[in-house]
């Protein structure tokens, strides 16, 4: 099935350590996003990619990182240095002239 | 700066119409999408408005006034299933996706 696959669903870190969160389409789709939700809050931009080999920082890009080495993968490192990590990560691709989005399913990540 | 304004909680009967408004003050306007996003999921798309007036898709309509900055998502007969945040984002000028917080249905019998 083409979709956008997130994992792990569900992530626990203790404080200091560094989380990577998987984000792999297979709907061809040349542009990928970060989104970071937290409750009473709209969806807020981490970090986009519009094509490999190239990313640009979202409205909250401080203490994350991202890789765009092949068109499918979209990796995101939360690090140490980001202050307040406990949150629903979603990633999303997005294609065409509208706009659109698709999402995957994404993970929760809970510091300890 | 921008702003997009959903109210946060509504509460409807099943069976019922309800209307979930969005005003919203960006950079520019290259459209406006609505979401659903039950509880614990991903978002999925609902509609997509870029001129004035109604798109009736199903249960669902998405109504823009480009002029007022306002657009309104309205859901008929509605199901238990309904029951879901509503997203409304709008499209700046640099074609960056511009989010509302989310505005939670409650649906009861």
């Known amino acids: 099935d083409g979709g956008i696959t997130q994992s792990p669903k569900y992530l626990f870190r203790k404080e200091g350590q560094n989380v990577t969160l998987s984000c792999e389409q297979n709907l061809n789709h040349d542009a990928m996003y970060w989104y970071r939700q937290d409750p009473g809050q709209g969806l807020r931009l981490i970090y986009y990619?519009?094509?490999?080999?190239?990313?640009q920082k979202g409205d909250i890009a401080e203490g994350y990182s991202v890789s765009r080495e092949k068109k499918e993968s979209f990796p995101l490192t939360v690090t140490s240095a980001q202050k307040n990590p406990t949150a629903f990560y979603l990633c999303a691709t997005g294609q065409g002239d509208t706009g659109e989005l698709f999402f995957g399913e994404g993970s929760r990540l809970t510091v300890l | 700066g921008q702003n997009i304004d959903q109210p946060t909680e509504m509460t409807a009967t099943e069976g019922a119409i309800v209307q979930i408004n969005c005003t919203y003050q960006?950079?520019?306007?290259?459209?406006l999408f609505w979401y659903q996003q039950h509880a614990g999921e991903a978002p999925t798309f609902l509609s997509y408005?870029?001129l004035d007036g109604l798109e009736e898709k199903g249960r669902f309509s998405s109504f823009l006034s480009r002029s007022k900055g306002y657009s309104y998502l309205l859901l008929k007969e509605l199901q238990m299933k309904d029951s879901a945040s509503y997203l409304c984002?709008?499209?700046?000028?640099?074609?960056?996706?511009?989010w509302g917080a989310g505005t939670k249905l409650i649906i009861k019998p």
């Open positions: 984002a709008v499209v700046d000028s640099n074609y960056q996706l511009i």
């Open positions: 960006t950079s520019g306007f290259n459209g």
């Open positions: 990619s519009q094509i490999v080999n190239d990313f």
């Open positions: 408005n870029v």
